[in-house]
């Protein structure tokens, strides 16, 4: 065995968390990252995937969002990717 397997998750994979109660919809996460975040009915943020791949368009999402509404994490151990102070 090499350490990972098809159904754990991926030791490099991303979650990303949206506070619902600080977003207000600016839309700007979903321009910057549009392959891994969109605007859902209600005007907020909402990931695409439940597991995201590592880009500098995420991150550039995290540390853009105005209300800092936007955290990146690594999906295995919760560390916080973006944003960084």
């Not at 990972?4 to 979903?30: F, K, M």
Request: proline residues 7%.
């Amino acid at each position: 065995m090499n350490g990972s397997s098809a159904g754990g998750p991926s030791p490099d994979g991303l979650e990303i968390r949206v506070d619902r109660v600080r977003c207000v919809g600016t839309g700007l996460c979903a321009a910057a990252a549009p392959g891994d975040l969109v605007l859902g009915d209600d005007g907020k943020a909402r990931p695409r995937h439940a597991v995201a791949t590592a880009s500098e368009e995420l991150t550039e999402a995290a540390e853009m969002c105005p209300t800092e509404a936007l955290t990146v994490h690594l999906s295995a151990t919760g560390e916080l990717v973006a944003p960084l102070d």
